[in-house]
């Protein structure tokens, strides 16, 4: 259902595109509107204008329609979700086991990794050696 809405909404775009631009602006537009050729022959004046503002405010209006229906539709079939709830609490060791070790080095992405257990534990860096003394005269 959602692909075929979808389908429907570029179809209403395309439409709405194609109703602007037919329109005559002040500045004259693409010339499409009025003057001499294009598509002047088939309506004029106020027949055109108004069917061609009446167009765009239908499509306009399906446009909306669609559009809040395709936001309705995606966020329907997701459930609510807390990022309180999304990881487990650390607990206390149980007695005789070790406590696991804390994150070494890395940025915080690496770290989290790390305590999920999906990347194996890289080497800490480092420390940088210290500089050489100045000679004393």
């Not at 027949?47 to 399906?62: C, D, M, P, S």
């Not at 329609?65 to 966020?75: E, G, K, N, R």
């Amino acid at each position: 259902m959602q692909t075929v809405l979808i389908i429907v909404h570029l179809i209403i775009v395309l439409a709405l595109i194609g109703v602007v631009l037919l329109q005559r602006s002040e500045g004259g537009g693409m010339g499409l509107g009025g003057g001499g050729g294009g598509v002047s022959g088939f309506m004029t004046g106020r027949g055109q204008a108004n069917a061609l503002t009446r167009a765009t405010a239908i499509l306009a209006g399906l446009f909306f329609v669609t559009s809040i229906a395709l936001t309705v539709m995606a966020t329907s079939t997701r459930a609510p979700r807390s990022i309180l709830d999304g990881g487990a609490a650390p607990t206390a060791p149980a007695p005789g086991q070790q406590a696991p070790a804390a994150p070494q080095g890395g940025n915080v992405l690496e770290q989290l990794q790390r305590l999920q257990g999906d990347q194996p534990a890289a080497p800490a860096p480092s420390a940088p050696a210290p500089a050489p003394a100045a000679p004393q005269q």
